[in-house]
Nanobody, 130 residues
Framework: QVQLVESGGGLVQTGGSLRLSCAAS????????MGWFRQAPGKEREFVAA????????FYSDSVKGRFTISRDNAENTVYLQMNSLKPEDTAVYYC???????????????????????WGQGTQVTVSS
């Protein structure tokens, strides 16, 4: 059973940075894709970024491209989301997700869909003050 544990959330001022971590366990993840989603109060869940574990190919939403960077550490089975130039509209609970078929796909549209993913973490709160 896949377990995903997020950490690194917190309170930061506009323009600041945070790095989120997602520690993955329970499987060999070489065939997986990992994604980050976020959900603000009263809003729908939103795709943020994704990465294919095998190739390291990355995918981003237009709203974070150029500010956020997703990466993975194979040895630690951990996925990171480096968030720079944070804005108040980035405030949300951030969730890590895993897709066991991720190595079969290459289109951003596939990874942007929440139902693609079959395992989810518990979420970590990110609050950006203005």
């Amino acid at each position: 059973q896949v377990q995903l544990v997020e950490s690194g959330g917190g309170l930061v001022q506009t323009g600041g940075s945070l790095r989120l971590s997602c520690a993955a366990s329970g499987r060999t993840f070489s065939n997986y894709a990992m994604g980050w989603f976020r959900q603000a109060p009263g809003k729908e869940r939103e795709f943020v970024a994704a990465i294919r574990w095998d190739t390291g190919s990355t995918f981003y939403s237009d709203s974070v491209k150029g500010r956020f960077t997703i990466s993975r550490d194979n040895a630690e089975n951990t996925v990171y989301l480096q968030m720079n130039s944070l804005k108040p509209e980035d405030t949300a609970v951030y969730y890590c997700a895993a897709d066991h078929r991720g190595n079969q796909y290459y289109r951003r549209s596939y990874f942007m869909t929440g139902t693609t993913y079959d395992s989810w973490g518990q979420g970590t709160q990110v609050t950006v003050s203005s």
